[in-house]
T-cell receptor, first 115, second 116 residues
């Protein structure tokens, strides 16, 4: 089976712009989670989707949003980018309907740089 | 906020030696997982231990869990240069009212360097 794929792998944006990141989970996985990784804050949970529904959300401002499609692919959007949004954004999928109760399979990440 | 704190933050050992990393967390959990990350890439799942388990093995990895102390340790035996990476523990806090919909909270990580 192909692993979790994320596009694009690298992205450079300027402050005030918006960005959309895409994640394709492993075939058959219906739970998709997003994480932000920065040197200062480490790995932080953004949100988790299952069957097109957001089941859990981390402590991020409303500028961060996401969605999941019927084929389980997911997108996250960040509007009005700030310098502090520069980070590695990781997507993970799980085969379980119980989300994080089982192992997460991570994609390679999207490196976002905000100038 | 970080649920887990790894100790030490960085560890350098000679190839062939054993490496031990510790993780402490704050709240009751369903399970604890360990992940490896190479140079800012995606995370690779290493091992998962449930809250009712005390020890688990996988190849050269041995994980222990002490729920009374809210701590876990990861032992890598006979280390290899390829083990050089950052290691993270991750927990999902138990929530009776929201079971199954928890989120993974990662620790701060241990940077392991294996010296050939």
């Amino acid at each position: 089976k192909a692993g979790v794929t994320q596009t694009p792998r690298y992205l450079i944006k300027t402050r005030g712009q918006q960005v959309t990141l895409s994640c394709s989970p492993i075939s058959g996985h219906r739970s998709v989670s997003w994480y932000q990784q920065t040197p200062g804050q480490g790995l932080q949970f953004l949100f988790e989707y299952f069957s097109e529904t957001q089941r859990n959300k981390g402590n991020f401002p409303g500028r961060f949003s996401g969605r999941q499609f019927s084929n389980s692919r997911s997108e996250m959007n960040v509007s009005t980018l700030e310098l502090g949004d520069s980070a590695l954004y990781l997507c993970a999928s799980s085969p379980s309907s119980w989300g994080t109760y089982n192992e997460q399979f991570f994609g390679p990440g999207t490196r976002l740089t905000v100038l | 906020s970080q649920q887990g704190e790894e100790d030490p933050q960085a560890l350098s050992i000679q190839e062939g030696e054993n490496a031990t990393m510790n993780c402490s967390y704050k709240t009751s959990i369903n399970n604890l997982q360990w992940y490896r990350q190479n140079s800012g890439r995606g995370l690779v799942h290493l091992i998962l231990i449930r809250s009712n388990e005390r020890e688990k093995h996988s190849g050269r990895l041995r994980v222990t869990l002490d729920t009374s102390k809210k701590s876990s340790s990861l032992l890598i035996t006979a280390s290899r240069a390829a083990d050089t990476a950052s290691y993270f523990c991750a927990t999902d806090a138990f929530q009776l009212s929201n079971f199954g919909n928890e989120k993974l909270t990662f620790g701060t990580g241990t940077r392991l360097t294996i010296i050939p």
